[in-house]
């Protein structure tokens, strides 16, 4: 249970926090069956299993949104990549998710001074003409204030929380310990894949907690727009920036939800749903690295109808399969070919089992009901989403990489209809993905995946005669092993050893019971008396044991 694999007391304290809320929110059942409530017993906590009335009229997706946000900033960055797994739930759960926002008090600037000085490597009044001490915003992570450099340069310092590396990489293994635990012990939760959302999860808060690591991403995208003016990413000062602390250029615009401003401005909503489209559906079916949290938080529309993006925290990647494959399922959606669909869905499902012929049918039938539809009235952002809603019915889900490009591109759907309710997204999409299909299908690509292959077939034939050398030495001296497991045999081998080990105990326990009435009635015998209860309290652990193994035995 869970006492057992906490293992750490320092975490029990955490533990017990995370049972409270749970237990608030009306997931005392939960609480329960995991095995926290025996745990926080023991360790000396009274848990109250009242649920109040107001929560308990919220709906499942509402309540575990109010509860991500009262375990705190680790739990928040969890709901945001549970966000991203449209996969995984369903439209409901994923709108509950979206409106988690990380946001946290500002600290003094006093606070940050000492670590400040040290990632600059001196006062920060050394560096900076002038520093504002209010902070512009602030999240779990991270604050960002204004400066400016001596030319005259307007700059922000997102600077990194003294102390909070520790802080969650405690609250990482608390994750991990969890995922392993409602993995096993809720077995109707199992479909979410805890252990692989939290292993997601994991990676994407270190990539966030490494400064540099954003910058580098940033410049990377920069160097994608170098020819493209419209297209803005802050630049990056690398002379102080490093892991604790991002100096790049501050971006003054209309924010992304400013949409009045937009208009005041004059700018040109739709030819700005245009070139975000655009920018983003180049960067992942042309360049395979993409932002991967385009939200209006993170766009700001300039003058001259430019657009900048902000924030490069959680990027995805792409390789050029997963670029192919994406373009033959949305090329497959907007021509109506299911075959073309279904194939690249059961690719993505990889080992998983599910009947390929029902999935091909339903498939079918979901394509069919566009059929005739022009394109510029398809829904790309509605389609994806019912299409992922029937890989949830047959437990398949989407690669990490994929869940985030899927949402990305749903998210971006949504912005363009928000600045033009006429947003084209299939026509938009349509030039890119005919695109990567003829790459895919040009000579030099052909070439170059045949060269591969055959590099791959020439290396094992030319490593054939030392694995054989190996086999036949390994067979000369009779290390050569063959096993064949039948897995029916196994289990019935298991289920004979456990029906042995149980008749051992009855006839150990039997055997006691007799032998200790015996010494019990024998007279004048000193000892005998206080051995034979000794024998009794041994055949009622038996029993008690023998009792619990069939219990357990009939359940499992």
Do not use: C
Not at 185 to 211: G, H, I, K, N, W
Not at 276 to 294: R, S, T
């Amino acid at each position: 249970m869970l006492w057992q694999a906490i293992g750490a007391v320092r975490d029990l304290g955490r533990l017990h926090d995370i049972a409270s809320v749970l237990i608030r929110y009306g997931f005392g059942d939960l609480v329960r069956r995991i095995g926290m409530a025996g745990a926080l017993e023991r360790a000396g906590h009274a848990l109250h299993w009242h649920e109040p009335e107001a929560l308990a009229r919220l709906e499942p997706p509402a309540r575990v949104r109010r509860a991500l946000e009262d375990l705190g900033p680790s739990f928040i960055k969890l709901g945001q990549i549970l966000a991203t797994r449209v996969d995984l739930f369903p439209a409901e759960w994923i709108a509950e998710f979206s409106k988690l926002q990380d946001a946290a008090p500002a600290i003094p600037f006093a606070e940050l001074l000492p670590q400040l000085t040290e990632d600059l490597g001196e006062p920060p009044e050394t560096v900076f003409a002038r520093i504002e001490t209010r902070a512009l915003a602030a999240a779990s992570l991270a604050q960002v204030h204004r400066a400016w450099l001596a030319d005259g340069t307007a700059v922000i310092l997102k600077v990194r929380r003294p102390g909070i590396r520790p802080i969650v990489e405690a609250d990482l293994r608390l994750h991990a310990r969890l995922a392993e635990i409602v993995e096993s012990e809720a077995p109707e939760l199992r479909r979410y894949r805890p252990r692989e959302v939290v292993r997601q999860f994991t990676l994407s808060l270190r990539r966030e907690l490494d400064f540099s690591a954003e910058g580098r991403s940033a410049e990377r995208i920069a160097a994608h727009f170098a020819d493209h003016p419209e297209i803005v990413v802050p630049r990056i000062h690398w002379p102080w920036t490093g892991e604790r602390l991002n100096v790049q250029d501050y971006v003054e615009g209309i924010p992304g939800r400013n949409l009045a401003a937009v208009d005041a401005a004059g700018l040109d909503r739709q030819l700005l749903a245009r070139r975000g489209a655009q920018a983003v559906l180049k960067m992942m079916l042309e360049d395979g690295f993409f932002h991967a949290d385009p939200h209006p938080g993170n766009v700001f529309y300039l003058p001259d109808n430019r657009i900048a993006f902000i924030d490069f925290g959680m990027v995805g990647r792409l390789s050029e399969e997963r670029r192919y494959q994406l373009a033959m399922l949305l090329h497959g959606l907007v021509s109506h070919e299911a075959g073309k669909v279904a194939d690249v869905l059961l690719d993505w499902g990889g080992d998983v089992q599910t009947d390929g012929e029902t999935l091909a049918t339903e498939i079918d039938a979901f394509v069919d009901q566009y059929h005739g539809v022009p394109l510029k009235r398809l829904d790309l952002a509605a389609m994806l989403s019912d299409l992922i809603a029937i890989l949830r019915e047959h437990g398949l889900a989407l690669p990490p990489d994929l869940a985030l490009l899927i949402k990305a591109f749903i998210t971006l759907e949504g912005m363009g209809r928000q600045l033009d309710p006429d947003f084209d997204m299939a026509g938009e999409a349509a030039p890119f993905l005919e695109q990567v299909l003829f790459a895919h299908a040009a000579p030099g690509a052909l070439v170059r995946r045949g060269w591969r292959t055959l590099s791959s077939a020439l290396a094992l034939i030319a490593g054939l005669p030392q694995d054989l050398r190996q086999l036949l030495r390994s067979a000369r001296r009779g290390q050569l092993q063959v096993q064949v497991e039948v897995l029916p045999l196994k289990q019935f081998g298991d289920r004979l050893d456990r029906a042995a080990s149980r008749l051992a105990i009855s006839v150990v326990t039997a055997a006691l019971i007799v032998g200790s009435a015996i010494i019990i009635t024998v007279e004048r015998a000193p000892g005998l008396p206080s051995l034979g209860l000794m024998g009794f309290i041994a055949a009622v652990i038996g029993g008690i044991w023998l009792l619990i193994s069939i219990w357990r035995g009939g359940k499992g």
